[in-house]
C-alpha cells in the first residue's frame, strides 16, 4: 500500500482489539513521524502515549494501548499545519495495518494525567480549547493506534459510525471557481473530497484558478462549525490529501499558507 491507497482505505474505527501494536510497527512509525518533510517550516509535534484502558478518554469506547497526540502552537496556521502532518500521519498508520479514528473531544484531564507535561490549569481544565490563540503548545487533536475489532461497538455507536462515514459530497460541490479541470488536478482534489473531516461536514472548498496555477483550499466565507472549536485542522487534512496528489501526479509546486479573515487558507503554486 502506498498512502494514496491509504486515503482510500482508511476509515475511522472506534473498536479495538486489546493487543498492542507490534515494536516494530511503532519504531517504523515513529521513524515516518521523525523523517516527515512537509513542504512548509512548522513547529508540530506528534508524539505517541499509552493509555491504561477504561473509556474514560475516548468515552465510547475503551483506549488503546497505544494512541497518537499532534501538539501545535494555537494560532490558525499552526492548527491548520497540524491537521496537515497528523494526517500523514494517520493514513502512515493505516498503511501499516493500524486503526485510528481523529479525535477532537476527549477527556481532557484523563490526557493530561497520561501526558503529563500537560499541566492544564485547575480553574480551567479545557484550555487547550480557548476561543483564541493561547501562549505554547497544546494537543490539538488525538488518535488510536490498534487493530480493529469487528463487531465490538454497541448497537449505537455502529449506527453513529456508519451514519458518519464513507459518503462524501460530489466535487462539483465543492468548487467555488473553475469546475472543468485537467486530470491531474482533478485527481488531486478528488483524494481531498476523499478526507475525514469533524462530524463529516467536508466544510473545505476548493478554487481553481482558470490557468490552473493556483489552488486555494480554505471554509465558505464566514463558516462556523457546530460543534468543533478548530475546523483549520480539516482544511490542513484536506491539503494534505492534495500535496500527495500532485505529488503522485509529478507536479511542481510550492505552498503557502496565511491566515485570512480568521481562517487558515492554503494555497498550492503549480
Ligand atoms: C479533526 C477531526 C476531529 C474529529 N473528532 C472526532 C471525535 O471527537 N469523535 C469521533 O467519534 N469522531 C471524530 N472524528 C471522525 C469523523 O467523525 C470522521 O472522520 C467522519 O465522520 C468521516 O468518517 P471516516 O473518517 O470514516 O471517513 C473527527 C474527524 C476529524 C477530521
Known sequence: MSLIDAVFNRRSV??????PIQSEKKSQLLNFINNLEVPFEHSVQVKLFEASGGKKLYTMFTAPKDNFAIMSETDMVSISKAGFIGELVLLYATDLGISTCWFGHYHLRTLNDLMPHMTPSENDPRWSYGKGPVDGTRVIAISP??????????????LQSSMMSHK?????????????LSEDIYFALDLARLAPSAGN???WRFDVSEDEKLVRVAMPVGYKHPKWEHPNVDIG???????????ERGIDFSVDIKEEEGCAVWYFRL
Request: proline share 0%; net charge positive.
Open 14 to 19: 472506534r473498536s479495538f482489539l486489546t493487543d
Open 145 to 158: 493506534l490498534a487493530y480493529h475489532k469487528e463487531k465490538g461497538l454497541r448497537i449505537i455507536d455502529r
Open 168 to 180: 462524501r459530497k460530489a466535487l462539483d460541490e465543492l468548487l467555488v471557481g473553475k469546475k472543468d
Open 201 to 203: 461536514l467536508q466544510f
Open 237 to 247: 487534512i484536506a491539503a494534505s490529501h492534495i500535496f500527495l496528489g500532485l505529488k
